[in-house]
């Protein structure tokens, strides 16, 4: 499978990186509007084709998918665009910069019958198949309980902070503390309490949220970017807890009794970057005729938008472009 790298920035490298090292797919070409920088990027990273513009790229029959690696502000129209191309697309997290536009990209791909999956690689991750099982053995008992955490500081990256670039905290990592509590409890969500403290640009520098879920059960989250934090996913249980270290690329997996004395930890298997594990998922599903993935049903890319959307109502937070 030969993937087109639509953007040329830093996590474009990683996905190069990444390719490089999979005998199932290739690193195949890369688009920047700026010729000089594809060709750059070409040379630093093994990839065999540059183009100056996406659209030439996305006219080159022999890119089976394209990886969407532009900011969130723009993941709607460069995502449309491969879809008008009749390309298969993995676009980058957060999917768009909104519900809205999420909505508007998942029906332009329906009616073109063109397959879209969101690259949120903790989907697709072995450690989740890891952490259901742990939870589906009975072995922490009934759990009633999550919290999740992830911040890094991030205030060195100017597009953190642009709300015209869909900056802040929360599309950029606080997602991945709503799709741990949604890969962990579901998502039926019955309220939603949150309160953000703001950057100076106006964009969330870091966010507290509580998830209160029909059963009872509860998630507490808190992320940001102006601290790094421990990082750490933990599922509370009647017969004991786990920790998930990393949440956003988990390495180990610790399972404790109720009297906090460790009983075991699981290590993950050994991976090239983490994100392989989207590329394989992508070409499954282009094997099997399919136009989303199972790991991140499209359902499931719209509920994760529409609860950033409510959270980001409640804090006051509009985009200039929305």
């Known amino acids: 499978m030969n993937v087109g790298i639509l953007g040329a920035g830093r996590i474009a490298v990683t996905m190069a990186r990444t390719l490089n090292g999979m005998k199932e797919a290739e690193c195949y070409a890369v688009a920047s509007r700026n010729l000089e920088k594809a060709q750059k990027f070409a040379v630093d990273n093994h990839v065999e084709k540059a183009y100056g513009s ?3 790229m996305l006219l080159d029959e022999n890119v089976d998918l394209v990886y969407v690696a532009t900011p969130h502000s723009h993941h709607l129209e ?3 665009l491969c879809i008008s191309y009749g390309k298969p697309v993995l676009c980058e ?3 768009t910069a909104n519900a809205a536009q999420a909505r508007e990209l998942l029906d332009y791909a329906a009616e073109k019958k063109v397959f879209i999956t969101e690259a949120i690689w903790t989907r697709y991750m072995p450690s989740r198949k890891m952490i259901d099982d742990i939870i589906a053995s009975g072995e922490l008992g009934e759990i009633k309980m999550l919290t999740a955490n992830l911040g890094y500081e991030l205030t060195d990256k100017d597009r953190m902070l642009r709300p015209d670039l869909a900056g802040g905290a929360l599309l950029d990592v606080g997602v991945y503390t709503l799709n741990f509590a949604s890969m962990v409890l579901g998502d039926d969500v019955v309220k939603m309490t949150s309160e953000c403290v703001k950057t100076d640009t106006g964009v969330d520098g870091q966010d507290a949220i509580i998830l209160t879920y029909r059963d009872g059960k509860l998630a507490v989250l808190h992320t940001g970017m102006w601290a790094d934090t421990e990082q750490y996913g933990i ?6 807890y786990l920790i998930a270290c990393n949440i956003n ?3 180990v997996i610790r399972i404790y009794a109720p009297d906090r004395s460790l009983i ?3 290590k993950v298997p050994e991976q090239i970057t983490g994100y392989e594990y989207e590329v394989l998922a992508c070409k499954r599903a282009l094997a099997a005729g399919e136009l989303e993935c199972g790991e991140m049903p499209h359902a499931e890319t719209m509920r ?7 959270l980001r109502k409640e804090w006051g937070i509009v985009y200039p472009f929305e």
């Open 54 to 56: 996406y659209e030439e």
């Open 78 to 80: 460069h995502a449309k």
């Open 93 to 95: 997290k957060s999917f």
């Open 235 to 240: 599922v509370y249980g009647t017969k004991g």
């Open 249 to 251: 690329n988990i390495d």
């Open 264 to 266: 075991r930890e699981v």
């Open 304 to 310: 994760i938008m529409e609860w950033m959307d409510a």
